[in-house]
């Protein structure tokens, strides 16, 4: 069967879809949760479509996977003053219960997200049209994220349990919580990324208003009873609707101490400046991206071949850190374009569920015809589709395109196309992509491809000073998760790890006093009593 013809056949009859996979009956979300109870919604909902269209008799239709509330800026501005209530200006029962505590109720939390696996997994694969190797692995990376946060916290807690005396001052240094949290995560990532955040806020003793993204909010519906049984009330309020009505308001009322946010920028800037005090407000932000990939004259052509497939087609393009931008030399330009295009051609297409599956359907609605649109804007000043079927579309499917000579005044040249569609531009002096990354508004990551570690070197130096993460012959990406994950410029705002993360969700707090004789009664008589929480020298195994 030719491209075409698999393409114009991609999407399957009801009967064709594995029974294992298979949505029986729409999931309709009439529930919320707000101050530890299980409201019921009797107002008007959104109705999520699959990426996944149906053959039918009367043509294809998208396949409806359920539908959720959406809320008012009344139900958010509610949800807000159940956080508040429960952070109680730091008195509350959940920012001063200790460490053990926090981590016992996140135990018990994760232990009852492992028992619904299977069905989070197949609403991923339903509602953003993520593959189910894909599905499986982002579920068992947020489950080992949330064990790896507890050993991290535990680790910092250690490091914190002992008084140190200087100048006559003795203190005890500890990481105290910052507030009421908004936690908004992204719809490609839309489980770890968002519990990338949520999970360190919540252990570091924070209040959390959870607003799940537009595309991958039902996969959450199934925790939403782990939440209100494992903390207490008010502690994780989750927030519906849409987001340019509803977040505005509760961040315009001050009460919201840390936005943290995955998406854009534009919107990042938009929510910080509507908080009426923006000193107070700490932003957590993962933004756009244009990652690059230099590969140079010397690199080994097959194994870049391979790393730039993955870099920039693993989720269809779909991640922050997909590589968006390769320059690559003159030299060796022709049989690099030839070796990846026909290896863009090999991927295996076709619905999430099939085994082995690299491109499926997007679930962004607008996304095929922007894709169109800026491969007719590259055509238009002289760029050619270089691999065969390059742009072909069904609904919500495309196929990869690979386009070169992209070059300035082409939108693709500094736009993040997020989706299957890599610009490819040539260079003879290497100061052609340096000037690239420092005129570029993203400074999140790049690739360097090549085998001469003297020339290596020479780029490392200036362009760590231009993004986050420097790879060398190997795609960027967020992991390991013990690994420092920023960005520069307009691609992020603080540092998120395991360890980063718990660091970003607190501050440094102190106890001191004068090294008297007094004092240090004082001191000893509070931690041999375990009268403070916070002033304790208990270590945690």
Request: glycine letters at 6%; aromatic letters at 8%.
């Amino acid at each position: 069967m030719s491209l075409n013809e698999q393409i114009a056949n991609i999407f399957p009859t009801e009967s064709q879809i594995p029974e294992e996979f298979n949505l029986t009956e729409p999931i309709h979300q009439k529930e919320y949760l707000v101050n530890g109870e299980m409201r019921t919604w009797n107002g008007a909902m959104h109705t999520v479509l699959s990426p996944v269209y149906i053959k039918t008799a009367n043509g294809l239709e998208q396949k409806v996977v359920g539908s959720y509330p959406l809320a008012t800026e009344v139900e958010a501005l509610e949800a807000l003053e159940a956080a508040v209530k429960a952070y109680n200006h730091g008195r509350g029962e959940w920012p001063t219960m200790t460490i053990p505590e926090r981590i016992a109720c996140l135990e018990k939390f994760t232990n009852m997200m492992t028992e619904k696996k299977k069905e989070i997994v197949n609403l991923l694969m339903w509602e953003i049209g993520k593959s189910y190797a894909d599905s499986v692995k982002e579920f068992d990376r947020t489950v080992q994220y949330n064990y790896d946060t507890i050993d991290a916290l535990k680790d910092l807690d250690r490091n914190h349990s002992r008084f140190v005396i200087e100048q006559g001052i003795i203190g005890q240094i500890r990481r105290a919580p910052l507030g009421v949290v908004l936690c908004m995560g992204p719809f490609n990532y839309p489980l770890n990324e968002t519990f990338a955040t949520l999970i360190p806020a919540l252990i570091m003793g924070n209040t959390v208003l959870f607003k799940p993204p537009k595309h991958g909010t039902l996969l959450h519906y199934p925790l939403l009873e782990a939440f209100r049984q494992c903390f207490p009330k008010g502690v994780v309020n989750t927030v519906y609707g849409r987001g340019n009505t509803i977040v505005g308001p509760m961040i315009a009322t001050g009460n919201i101490n840390v936005l943290t946010l995955i998406g854009s920028s534009k919107v990042a800037d938009k929510l910080k400046k509507s908080h009426p005090k923006s000193n107070r407000l700490k932003a957590v932000l993962g933004l756009d991206a244009k990652n690059l990939a230099i590969i140079l004259d010397n690199a080994d052509i097959e194994a870049t071949v391979k790393e730039c497939i993955l870099g920039t087609l693993s989720f269809n393009g779909q991640r922050c850190t997909a590589l968006k931008m390769i320059f690559v030399h003159n030299k060796v330009k022709d049989v690099f374009i030839k070796r990846f295009s026909e290896e863009v051609s090999k991927l295996k297409i076709g619905m999430p569920w099939e085994k082995g599956v690299q491109i499926t359907p997007l679930p962004e609605p607008q996304k095929p015809a922007y894709i169109k649109e800026c491969i007719e804007d590259a055509v238009s000043q002289g760029a050619k589709v270089m691999n065969e079927g390059g742009g072909l579309t069904n609904q919500s499917f495309v196929f990869p395109a690979v386009l070169y000579p992209v070059k300035k005044g082409m939108k693709l040249y500094t736009e993040e196309q997020f989706g299957p569609v890599i610009p490819i531009a040539s260079f003879d002096d290497i100061e052609e992509p340096i000037q690239y990354m420092i005129e570029s508004e993203h400074g999140q990551q790049l690739s360097i491809f090549g085998t001469d570690p003297t020339q290596i070197a020479k780029l490392i130096d200036p362009l760590v000073n231009q993004v986050c993460r420097v790879n060398i012959n190997a795609q960027c990406q967020r992991g390991p998760d013990t690994f420092p994950f920023a960005g520069r410029k307009d691609s992020g705002e603080n540092t998120l790890s395991v360890t980063d993360a718990l660091r970003a969700f607190s501050i440094r707090t102190m106890v001191a006093t004068k090294q008297t004789e007094e004092n240090k009664a004082i001191l000893n008589h509070i931690v041999e009593h375990h009268e403070s929480k916070f002033l304790s020298t208990r270590f945690i195994f």
